[in-house]
């Protein structure tokens, strides 16, 4: 078991990422734990024009390069254990991996949140291909086109609104025969002239080439099948954070995301949290690269008033 270690953090989002940047420059005695790639879900971005300081249309998995070219740049070593369970000692922590155990002050979860799948083999195919999962970060690429949003809850309703700003039509689909979200959101859905509903149906396949080209829809309550032309599917289902193993140390919310201070603090005054694993009213790149950064420095700040060799 390696002791003394200041801090750990998990995950290597962007938000873990800059964590381990701003760590590094404070002088912490750290390890970041990412058991994937570096970067997360940007792997699923076709490309970025949203975050300042790269070029318009760098493409994600391009972005991602250029975090491990950080990492490196920073003699930060990644280490590519999976973290599974973190225990409470009396004033450290345990961290089991797949492999060891370690112990450390404070934890930084940057551990992010993964998208709800329809659970289509061509939905892994086509996605970054006309399959997005986030209407604001591709909707733009999508102007002049028609798309189709899948969710009945207030996530859905919002991309469906944001995308009527580009795409020539947009069509909710939904399973059931009423959505969910909130009256206001369903009102300015409604409202829209370029917004489709189509109730009472699933998707059971997506096709096309090398793009979408078309969804084949079936009815629930008969089992009718129809085809849907169109240019791009968003999936707005929901979203999980991947929090089960810390989930018994922290307050979450009904949805399992982390509650945290605008410091990055968690309930737990020794664990901080930051990205798409926290609870957060803007889920965008830059976001959580900032928090990212604010998350380390307030471990600094807290380790150093409690331990004087900090």
């Keep these: 078991m390696k002791k003394d270690l200041d801090l750990i953090i998990v995950g290597a989002g ?9 760590a590094k420059r404070s002088g912490l005695n750290f390890k970041i734990f990412e058991s ?54 009396k004033y450290l922590f345990e961290v089991l991996t797949d492999k060891s ?6 934890i930084i979860v940057a551990t992010g949140s993964s998208f ?6 061509s939905e892994t195919r086509f996605s970054g291909k006309g399959v997005s999962y986030c209407a604001v970060c591709d909707g733009f690429f999508f102007k002049g086109k028609d798309v189709a949003v899948v969710g009945g809850g207030n996530t859905a309703v919002e991309e469906a609104l944001y995308l009527s700003n580009f795409a020539k039509s947009v069509t909710l689909i939904h399973r ?3 959505l969910r979200a909130l009256e206001y ?19 059971k396949e997506i096709v096309g080439d090398h793009k979408v080209k ?14 849907l032309v169109l240019d791009g599917l968003f999936v707005a289902i929901g979203a999980s954070p991947n929090t089960e193993f810390c989930q018994e140390l922290v307050s979450i919310d009904k949805n399992g995301f982390i509650i945290t201070d605008d410091k990055m603090k968690t309930s737990n005054n020794s664990i901080w949290a930051c990205g798409d694993c926290r ?16 998350a380390s420095i307030e471990v600094y700040k807290c380790l150093r008033q409690n331990y004087l060799s900090v």
């Design 214 to 227: 078309s969804l084949i829809l079936e009815e629930t309550t008969k089992g009718n099948k129809k085809d």
């Design 116 to 121: 709800k799948r329809l659970g289509l083999k």
């Design 101 to 106: 155990k370690y112990e450390s002050k404070a």
């Design 36 to 89: 994937g790639s570096v970067g997360g879900q940007l792997f699923y971005m076709e490309r970025i024009d949203n975050y300042l300081g790269i070029k318009l249309g760098t493409k994600g998995r391009d972005l991602a390069k250029s975090l491990t070219e950080s990492l490196s740049g920073l003699d930060i070593s990644l280490d590519g254990q999976r973290v599974d369970k973190i225990k409470q000692q």
């Design 14 to 22: 962007i938000a873990g990422v800059n964590a381990a940047v701003y």
């Design 279 to 294: 609870r957060r009213p803007l889920r965008q790149l830059i976001t959580a690269a900032s928090e990212g950064a604010i």
């Design 176 to 178: 059931r025969d009423k």
């Design 185 to 203: 959101l369903q009102k300015s859905l409604y409202e829209k002239n370029n917004i489709n509903i189509i109730y009472n149906h699933t998707i």
